[in-house]
């Protein structure tokens, strides 16, 4: 069985609401990528700094000061300087319990499909942004197949 590989890039929103019950803030364009064999599968996330237009600004003053100036033209290169990525998450979603204990995050993974056991940690991201970064998505993909590997190897077949 072959892996198939997938990169999906989670669209900005803007989901502000007066009821706190319903608030869900401003978020960035998110990067996924996912490593699948069968229904096993390991992803690196990261997120963007694209954010919607009318929120630009917003997230700017909060991340450099209130002087932060942003040109007319949303598609300026001086925009651009301000963008980064920062990395989320290492992970794995498994059709089967990993560890004593382990509980079913959901019954339908849009991952995996059906019912699924996920952990992560974002402690090797760093790592994989800096390979992205120097190296690109072919080694990031070899670096998610060792992971795959070492995460379910033949064990869990």
């Avoid at 072959?2 to 502000?16: G, I, L, M, S």
């Avoid at 989320?88 to 959901?106: A, L, R, V």
């Amino acid at each position: 069985m072959k892996y198939e590989r997938t990169v999906e890039f989670v669209p900005a929103y803007d989901k502000r609401s007066s009821d706190p019950n319903k608030d869900y803030g401003i978020g960035s364009v998110r990067v996924k990528f996912i490593l699948r064999k069968g229904r096993k599968a390991v992803q690196f996330l990261f997120s963007t700094d694209w954010y919607l237009p009318d929120t630009q600004k917003e997230w700017l003053d909060k991340v450099h000061g209130a002087r932060t100036e942003i040109p007319q033209d949303i598609r300026s290169p001086d925009l651009h300087k301000h963008r980064h990525i920062s990395g989320w998450d290492i992970g794995y979603h498994s059709p089967i319990p990993m560890y004593k204990g382990q509980e079913s995050i959901t019954e339908d993974c849009p991952v995996i499909g059906g019912v699924c056991y996920y952990d992560g940690s974002s402690l090797a991201v760093d790592r994989y942004l800096d390979i992205l970064v120097s190296e690109g998505s072919d080694r990031v993909w070899r670096e998610l197949e060792k992971e795959w590997e070492s995460t379910f190897g033949d064990k869990y077949d």
